[in-house]
């Protein structure tokens, strides 16, 4: 057991040390691994690659298509002494970087030389599941297993939203896949919308004829000016994520084209949709102003759609359970991130986001400590124990 850590119920066979050193070696060679949302083989195949080793039978999807993923999703049954069947789900993909990812081991965590991302998110995770797969390949798990490595999770969930419910066997499932302490256990997740809007104006030299222009940057920096943004409520955000019109090469004409992106989430579903309406009024307003009258495209999407769990879900029960018997205090949260929990949930599969222990994920500086990245394998041991009764 790792000095320091937390303390681990007798009742379940904490991690040893040998598999507390195959899971940091494996999840530093995974995070050297690059990919990117949309160039996930080389790191799927290594995940399928250490599966097979273990006399496993992986099994590849046909999300790579829909999902405009490098390859499918990958799954693998492992039978289990109990009835039930559960299943644990961690993404491979990562946000898009530049250069290579150096994992380096500072002051007992893991992070990026190059003060990059280091992809624990959501590759932690993933060395995790296949550090429980050693386990159970060998000893046999208690509950069936169902281990899902999912691709383009950063990608608005295109991979997990692909992938087939109805062939698994699993009642519930779980995803470690909140960058906050281990404890914390999602109970609420936001409803998404994102808004992509294109203004059309007119161009004219700006400084002979401006006044026969129309401004689409103008019109846009009014919309955007007039938007509620940032934490509009406890359960509502907005956000706008990028403007670009114009050009950078000649100043001296009136821009007749712009674009506007931005996104909402809401804990209450009818919340978001009203909110997403109102961003998107403010563009007709700015569109429709004598000085501007532009033309106005929009498009809203639902990217995902949002969950709530009852305070007496008995994967939850179970969840708390297990976090309890590895020495941590189960603390029920509500977020305004999103994950493959949120697809899995939308098409049938009821299933529960849990905190993983990383940190800063999607920032440079991105890390994890050695006992957050060896707890959650304890965790991970208990929780198929407590699913099993």
């Known amino acids: 057991m790792t000095i320091g850590g937390p303390i681990v ?50 099994e590849e999807d046909g999300a790579a298509a829909v999902a405009g993923a490098g390859c499918g999703n990958v799954v693998v049954a492992i039978p289990g002494r109990a009835q039930r069947c559960v299943l644990l789900c961690a993404h491979v993909d990562t946000v898009a970087h530049e250069g290579p990812i150096e994992p380096v081991l500072e002051d007992g965590a893991w992070r990026d030389a190059r003060a990059g991302i280091l992809g624990a998110d959501n590759k932690a995770a993933v060395a995790v599941l296949l550090g429980l797969a050693h386990r159970v390949a060998v000893e046999g798990s208690p509950v069936g297993l169902e281990l899902v490595f999912t691709v383009a999770e950063e990608d608005a969930l295109a991979g997990a939203k692909a992938l087939d419910v109805t062939t698994l066997r699993s009642q519930w499932g779980y995803v470690f896949d909140h960058a906050s302490p281990i404890g914390e256990i999602v109970m609420a997740s936001p409803t998404y919308f994102r808004f992509t809007a294109h203004l059309h104006g007119r161009a004219a030299h700006a400084g002979i004829r401006p006044e026969d222009g129309r401004s689409a940057v103008q019109a846009a920096a009014r919309a955007v000016a007039a938007m509620p943004l940032g934490r509009l409520d406890p359960q509502t955000t907005a956000s706008v994520a990028s403007v670009h019109g114009g050009t950078t090469q000649a100043t001296n004409v009136v821009p007749e084209r712009c674009a506007v992106t931005g996104e909402v989430r809401s804990l209450d579903a009818a919340r978001a949709e009203a909110t997403v309406a109102r961003l998107v009024d403010h563009l007709h307003d700015a569109a429709n102003d004598p000085e501007c009258e532009c033309d106005l495209d929009v498009t809203v999407e639902q990217l995902f759609a949002g969950y709530r769990h009852a ?56 890390c994890v400590s050695v006992a957050a990245l060896e707890g959650m394998l304890d965790v991970s041991l208990s929780l198929l124990e407590e699913c099993a009764r």
């Open 9 to 58: 119920s007798l009742l379940v066979r904490p991690a040893s040390e040998l598999e507390r050193r195959r899971v940091n070696d494996l999840f530093a060679q995974l995070c050297a691994i690059p990919s990117p949302s949309g160039d996930e083989r080389a790191c799927m195949d290594r995940v399928a690659g250490e599966l097979r080793a273990l006399g496993l039978h992986p």
């Open 311 to 366: 305070d007496d879900d008995a994967a939850v029960a179970a969840a708390e359970a297990a976090l309890r018997t590895c020495g941590h205090a189960p603390r029920r949260i509500a977020t305004g991130g999103g994950s493959d929990a949120n697809a899995l949930q939308a098409a049938g599969l009821r299933c529960t986001n849990l905190a993983n222990g990383t940190q800063r994920n999607h920032e440079p500086g991105e």
